[in-house]
Structures are given as C-alpha cells and as structure tokens.
C-alpha cells in the first residue's frame, strides 16, 4: 500500500512597494517544499527614475509625496485570484517604518530581557517605544569592559504603521497571520536550507546577503540559521543611478 506524504498549503509571502511587488506561495509535502505559483511585477520604469532626481535635486530635503500603492493594488487584485490558493498570507513591512537598532544587554531570561528592553529603548526609538512594536534577535555574546553582555538586535514599526498596512491587505480580502520586515525576510530561505542541509565539521555556513532597494538597502549577516547582523544602508539605486548619471 502506497503512503501519501502529508500536504500542507502554506501561506503567501507578499513584498510590495510602489515599486514593484512580488507574491510567492508553497505547499509543503512530507518534509519538502513544492511551489504553488510566484508573480511579480515592476512599476517603475527609468523615466520615474529621471524623475525622482530631478526633483530630488531641484528641492533637496523636501519630503516625498505619500507612496502611491495603486498599481500595486492592481497587480495584487489580478494575481492572487487566478494562481494563488487560500486567504492567508505572511506580508512585508515597508522598510522605511522600520527601525533598526543594536544594544549590549546583560544576560538574562528571555521573557526578563523583553521587558527590560522597554526601558533601554526610551529616547532611543524615532517615537514612543510604547506606541511601538518591537521585537528582538539576540545576536550572540560579546566582552564589553571584562563584562560578559548580549548583543541584540531591536527591530521596531510604530503600531499604526503596522495596522495600515494589515488594513490594506484586508482590503484585497486576505487574513494576514504574520509580518515580517525586509533585512530579516531575505534570511529565512538560506536559514531554512542550512536547517535542512547535512552539518559541515568547518561549522554552519556564514552568509553576507545585501538588498538593494530604490532609496535603502539592507544588509544582514547570517551564521547557520541564526540572524548575527542586521542594518540598513541609506543609499540604493538611485544613488547608484544619480552618481553614474553625474560623472563626467
């Protein structure tokens, strides 16, 4: 008698900005994975490039108009009901909302460490901590002044960022069940492949991984399955194009 493997659907991963957007969803079977269906689309030709700086460059330190996620929404609206499966999905947080910051911590319990994080963070957050949401990686142990310390990773969204953009997706008619932000998101699939693949005697692989985003880019350091480094970088590509474009 053949056994089947379990099947289990998995939730859409969804990145969007209004730049591009990209869905991608598994099924897992046994203990593999089997992709359902992936989509993306760009929104931004080089013109929009041009563009965005010549204005930059005309009023410097103007602040941008609102993102403007409508052919976002367009794409989401036709991709998901012809190749996707299921209502749930795991979203993207907009890397702009999301603050990064390191602190050295004096080791203790998980759940001691989370609340004393809440005062280490006062002053220190571009807004309330207690408007916040926050969470943690703790990166490994470090020396500090013959001290034994954590270095932990803060990753922080103010809350009615969040609830924005959980609200956008509800209007597409998904149940969000989780969100993640990008620096992280990037390092789950080379996580999830060192989590499956044979142990080496040199010890777990180390990964740099670099994200290059229109106005910020992201760089993460990752050791076996755990996240060691996290920061963005506030320069992308068109800094990249604004200097090629400047050269003489």
Same mark, same amino acid.
């Given at each position: 008698? +053949?056994?089947?493997?379990?099947? %289990?659907?998995?939730?859409?991963?969804?990145?969007?900005?209004? /730049?591009?957007?990209?869905?991608?969803?598994?099924? @897992?079977?046994?203990?593999?994975?089997?992709?359902?269906?992936?989509?993306?689309?760009?929104?931004?030709?080089? @013109?929009?490039?041009?563009?965005?700086?010549? =204005?930059?460059?005309?009023?410097?330190?103007?602040?941008? /108009?609102?993102?403007?996620? %409508?052919?976002?929404?367009?794409?989401?609206?036709?991709?998901?009901?012809?190749?996707?499966?299921?209502?749930?999905?795991?979203?993207?947080?907009?890397?702009?909302?999301?603050?990064?910051?390191?602190?050295?911590?004096?080791? $203790?319990?998980?759940?001691?460490?989370?609340?004393?994080?809440?005062?280490?963070?006062?002053? =220190?957050?571009?807004?309330?901590?207690?408007?916040?949401?926050?969470?943690?990686?703790? #990166?490994?142990?470090? #020396?500090?002044?013959?001290?034994?310390?954590?270095?932990?990773?803060?990753?922080? +969204?103010?809350?009615?960022?969040?609830?924005?953009?959980?609200?956008?997706?509800?209007?597409? =008619?998904?149940?969000?069940?989780?969100?993640?932000?990008?620096?992280?998101? $990037?390092?789950?699939?080379?996580?999830?492949?060192? /989590?499956?693949?044979?142990?080496?005697?040199?010890?777990?692989?180390?990964? $740099?991984?670099?994200?290059?985003?229109?106005?910020?880019?992201?760089?993460?350091?990752?050791?076996?399955?755990? %996240?060691?480094?996290? =920061?963005?970088?506030?320069?992308?590509?068109?800094?990249?194009?604004?200097?090629?474009?400047?050269?003489?």
């Amino acid at each position: 008698m +053949v056994q089947l493997k379990k099947r %289990t659907l998995l939730p859409m991963g969804i990145h969007m900005t209004p /730049e591009a957007a990209q869905v991608v969803q598994f099924e @897992q079977v046994g203990e593999e994975l089997e992709l359902v269906s992936q989509a993306s689309c760009s929104f931004s030709s080089p @013109q929009d490039t041009l563009t965005r700086l010549v =204005k930059a460059e005309s009023a410097p330190g103007v602040e941008d /108009e609102a993102p403007d996620y %409508t052919p976002a929404l367009r794409f989401l609206r036709r991709e998901l009901g012809n190749r996707f499966k299921g209502k749930e999905a795991v979203v993207s947080l907009p890397a702009e909302d999301v603050t990064v910051k390191h602190v050295r911590m004096p080791p $203790m319990q998980p759940d001691e460490l989370a609340v004393s994080l809440a005062y280490e963070l006062e002053d =220190k957050l571009p807004f309330p901590t207690a408007e916040a949401v926050v969470r943690h990686i703790v #990166a490994g142990s470090v #020396a500090e002044n013959n001290e034994t310390k954590q270095d932990v990773l803060v990753l922080a +969204v103010p809350r009615d960022r969040v609830q924005s953009h959980v609200n956008f997706f509800t209007r597409l =008619k998904l149940h969000v069940v989780g969100a993640g932000i990008e620096p992280c998101s $990037m390092c789950y699939g080379y996580a999830f492949a060192s /989590e499956h693949s044979e142990p080496s005697q040199s010890g777990p692989p180390c990964l $740099m991984l670099v994200s290059l985003g229109w106005q910020r880019s992201h760089v993460a350091i990752l050791r076996g399955q755990e %996240t060691t480094f996290v =920061k963005p970088v506030e320069k992308g590509l068109d800094h990249v194009t604004q200097s090629v474009a400047t050269v003489t």
